[in-house]
């Protein structure tokens, strides 16, 4: 069993920044890739960004250059940076961990609200 723990959300102006923060606990050994999504009123949960147990990433183009994500496994932690924001950024953030073997855990989700 993981459990996730977001932080991080709020209300900012576009062109603004928030930084997003997914502490994991539990059976933190077996976790292998992790990762934020997001979903939006009326849309599909989507993904944002990912980095796995080696560092490798992805994201998104829809956020390439603007958001940058991290990961401190000494910590436990994963992060997402977001700059210069825009209102389609608008959304819930769901912190998101892929096990070794089959599985997936969910956070609860940090709401982002950016203002034009």
């Known amino acids: 069993q993981v459990q996730l723990v977001e932080s991080g959300g709020g209300l900012v102006q576009a062109g603004g920044s928030l930084r997003l923060s997914c502490t994991a606990s539990?059976?933190?050994?077996?976790?292998?890739?992790m990762g934020w999504y997001r979903q939006a009123p009326g849309k599909q949960r989507e993904l944002v960004a990912r980095?796995?147990?080696?560092?490798?990433?992805y994201y998104a183009n829809s956020v390439k250059g603007r958001f940058t994500i991290s990961r401190d496994n000494a910590k436990n932690t994963a992060s997402l940076q977001m700059n210069s924001l825009k209102p389609e950024d608008t959304a819930v953030y769901y912190c998101?961990?892929?096990?070794?073997?089959?599985?997936?855990?969910w956070g609860q989700g940090t709401q982002v609200t950016v203002s034009s």
């Open positions: 980095i796995t147990s080696g560092g490798s990433t």
């Open positions: 998101n961990a892929e096990l070794f073997t089959p599985g997936t855990y």
């Open positions: 539990g059976s933190i050994f077996s976790i292998n890739a």
